[in-house]
């Protein structure tokens, strides 16, 4: 296909306004000095669907780009297959800086994807939160998701472990660098029911979530009592508490020690007054999952 033909089939492919976007990791030439550039995708990928891949020169490290036939440095199409999409790159020679998209139809999300850079890293801005969430000993999971999909995380930080405390507590977390797009946040902890945050937009400034006018964004509070890893805190829960085999022992003598919620090492009334809290008891996914404004 020609160039023109691709470009026009890249345009028709993709659903937003070419304006920069995320998600990309700086290529590297397959070897020293051959000007190709090796590139495979899978995140959101439809097998059988036919792709786009454009590389667009850049002046500026934040990944602002344009689409003209000045900037346009190589295009290309091909068919998904195995869950993947792969390119060799070659842009025209003395392209120093590039921008690399990828247009096409994906599961979630949206496209144009910027999937890498050429010459340079893109820059990005801090994106920081608060958790509160139970036992400090056990360490918490942040991760940021090109929006719309919920595998291969972009970024990825943690609210480390401590050596001791207990009960309910609230931690901050942070990202360097998250370049400007739309993510999902994910929190995870064990025996918590994960908590997600959609559509978060990140511009060329720094983003603090505890200044969102949403309560349910500002303060990020993980319900506990999961003790069955089922993403809710319910019935099941309470019945693993109440075992014969369980209640009243200590969690090395149980039959399931995941039953002991208070850090006082035994399973026992306390455990079960953490489950039936009103701020616990009943919550699951759905209510855990909120739209970012």
């Known amino acids: 296909m020609r160039k023109a033909g691709k470009l026009l089939l890249f345009i028709m492919l993709c659903t937003l306004t070419l304006a920069g976007a995320a998600f990309a990791a700086q290529l590297n030439e397959t070897s020293t000095g051959s000007g190709t550039y090796h590139l495979e995708y899978s995140s959101g990928i439809i097998n059988g669907n036919q792709y786009i891949v454009l590389t ?3 002046t500026q490290t934040d990944g602002t780009y344009s689409i003209t036939a000045g900037t346009i440095k190589y295009i290309d199409q091909v068919a998904a297959a195995n869950g993947k999409v792969v390119f060799d790159l070659k842009p025209m020679t003395g392209t120093d800086k590039a921008i690399v998209l990828l247009g096409g139809a994906f599961d979630g999300g949206t496209s144009p994807r910027t999937v890498g850079t ?3 890293a893109l820059t990005g801005v801090a994106v920081s939160g608060n958790v509160t969430s139970n036992n400090p000993k056990v360490a918490t999971t942040i991760e940021l998701y090109a929006a719309g999909t919920t595998t291969n995380p972009t970024y990825t930080t943690t609210i480390a472990a401590v050596s001791s405390g207990n009960g309910q507590q609230s931690q901050s977390f942070s990202f360097s660098n998250v370049v400007a797009g739309t993510y999902d946040l994910l929190v995870t902890k064990p025996k918590h029911v994960p908590y997600k945050i959609t559509g978060v937009v990140v ?3 720094a983003l ?7 309560t ?7 319900p506990y009592g999961d003790i069955t890893s089922d993403k809710k805190v319910n019935i099941s829960d309470l ?8 209640f009243g022992k200590a969690p090395a003598n149980a ?4 039953g002991e919620l208070t850090g006082d090492d035994r399973i026992n009334i ?7 809290k009103s701020a616990n008891f009943g919550k699951q996914q759905s209510n855990c999952t909120v739209v970012y404004s």
């Not at 603090?208 to 949403?214: E, I, Y």
């Not at 039959?255 to 995941?258: A, F, H, K, Q, S």
């Not at 306390?270 to 039936?276: A, E, F, N, R």
């Open 56 to 58: 667009a020169a850049v």
């Open 118 to 120: 050429i010459g340079f």
């Open 203 to 205: 511009g060329d400034t």
């Open 208 to 214: 603090d979530l505890t200044q969102n006018a949403n």
């Open 216 to 222: 349910l964004i500002s303060t990020i509070a993980l």
């Open 239 to 246: 019945g693993v508490i109440i075992k014969s085999t369980n």
């Open 255 to 258: 039959t399931n020690p995941e």
């Open 270 to 276: 306390s455990d079960l007054g953490v489950v039936i």
